[in-house]
């Protein structure tokens, strides 16, 4: 059974700082591409981050210089660094495991506030 769990959301000040982490087990973690994603009430869930299997990253551009993902292939965890937060930053934030042919897994979801 596969399992992704976040942890590491919170209540933060604007200009502040959390680090999102999500614990994967029953999949061939390194084999996977690894992102993170948020949903912000009344939106779509967009692409924050992605880390691929092949060691690529990329960022979607209202977070680049501010976020930075990374993963841990021998401890199966992927983790996000997010740094001078803003407002807009507020949303429920999903870690995600995705391959070619297998489909898509994603975690619950946690809370991340960022208070003006």
């Known amino acids: 059974q596969v399992q992704l769990v976040e942890s590491g959301g919170g209540l933060v000040q604007a200009g502040g700082s959390l680090r999102l982490s999500c614990a994967c087990s029953?999949?061939?973690?390194?084999?996977?591409?690894m992102g993170w994603y948020r949903q912000a009430p009344g939106k779509q869930r967009e692409l924050v981050a992605v880390?691929?299997?092949?060691?690529?990253?990329s960022y979607a551009d209202s977070v680049k210089g501010r976020f930075t993902i990374s993963r841990d292939n021998a401890k199966n965890t992927v983790t996000l660094q997010m740094n001078s937060l803003k407002p807009e930053d507020t949303a429920v934030y999903y870690c995600?495991?995705?391959?070619?042919?297998?489909?898509?897994?994603w975690g619950q979801g946690t809370q991340v506030t960022v208070s003006s």
């Open positions: 995600n495991a995705g391959r070619v042919g297998t489909g898509f897994y």
């Open positions: 880390f691929t299997s092949g060691g690529r990253t």
């Open positions: 029953g999949l061939a973690f390194r084999t996977y591409n």
